[in-house]
């Protein structure tokens, strides 16, 4: 019994191997397959994946629901012996998003009886990227590995004149959160939105000076962000004076990773700390 289990086993395998890709099936065009594998599953729509994000204080796994376009795939190796190990293909999609400027969130090295698991982030054509890749280590001779890959369309906020100008009465300053494309300073369309409010603002209030400062979570280096966030910070202030304010209104200047106001320990975290904030003089 034992030998016909086997055989079938072998059979099923090559036939899958012939077979190639399941009918409808692709790529994802950020994230190629490991080299000689092919789909044997494929579904994508909207949909909620859960990512490990990281450990609680008693050591159980954090997770996260992400909602947006997720393609997942699971694909299976044609030969045993081309496959990779799980770490291996581990570190190759951890270096492949690192190469896009993305991060490694989370990673379950593989031990026995587990192929282990990471998680990683990265932003392309302004959406928040998330990626899970599981190895699966149970199918034999080949094994497979499966793919999840949620595309999030950044929120835009655009926070009115009035709104703006009653923080800055009120509290000196204000938190703006204008999306960038990653390690990028050019406004996008949300921020030329939220620069028309603040032009307006500074309109309504002639006598109302600002200063623009930029921040950065603590992804990169501290002289990149710090850099970065220069950047951020003087091309809203150009679009505010192209937008007819007068420059000697307005000061730029960039605080890099200096002064988060949330855990960077935390996507969440990350997010809040990226931002824009515009204080009273």
Do not use: C
Request: aromatic fraction near 6%; proline fraction near 4%; avoid cysteine.
């Amino acid at each position: 019994m034992k030998r016909v289990l086997a055989a079938l086993a072998l059979l099923v395998t090559a036939h899958m191997a012939q077979a190639g890709d399941v009918k409808g099936s692709k790529d994802h065009p950020l994230l190629t397959r490991y080299p000689e594998s092919f789909i044997t599953e494929y579904e994508k729509n909207f949909n909620s994946v859960t990512f490990t994000t990281g450990k609680t204080a008693d050591g159980k796994p954090e997770q996260k629901a992400i909602e947006g376009q997720a393609t997942i795939l699971r694909y299976f190796y044609a030969k045993a012996e081309t496959q990779p190990s799980p770490l291996q293909l581990l570190r190759n999609y951890q270096n492949a998003i690192k190469a896009i400027k993305g991060e490694v969130v989370f990673e379950r090295l593989p031990s026995e009886g587990d192929g282990g698991e990471t998680t990683l982030k990265a932003n392309a054509n302004g959406k928040d990227i998330w990626i899970k890749v599981e190895p699966d280590i149970w199918s034999a001779p080949t094994q497979s590995y499966n793919l999840a890959i949620v595309e999030v369309e950044a929120m835009a906020q655009v926070v009115s004149a009035n709104a703006m100008l009653d923080a800055l009465n009120k509290d000196g300053f204000i938190a703006l959160y204008i999306n960038f494309d990653t390690g990028k300073s050019e406004l996008k369309s949300d921020g030329q939105a939220t620069v028309k409010e603040i032009a307006a603002m500074l309109t309504a209030a002639p006598s109302l000076k600002i200063s623009i400062e930029g921040h950065t979570d603590n992804v990169g280096t501290p002289a990149a962000n710090q850099k970065l966030s220069e950047a951020r910070a003087k091309a809203v202030m150009d679009a505010v004076g192209k937008a007819g304010i007068d420059k000697t209104r307005l000061a730029a200047k960039g605080l890099g990773q200096s002064t988060p106001i949330a855990d960077n320990r935390t996507e969440d975290g990350k997010a809040k700390n990226r931002r824009v904030e515009l204080v009273k003089k």
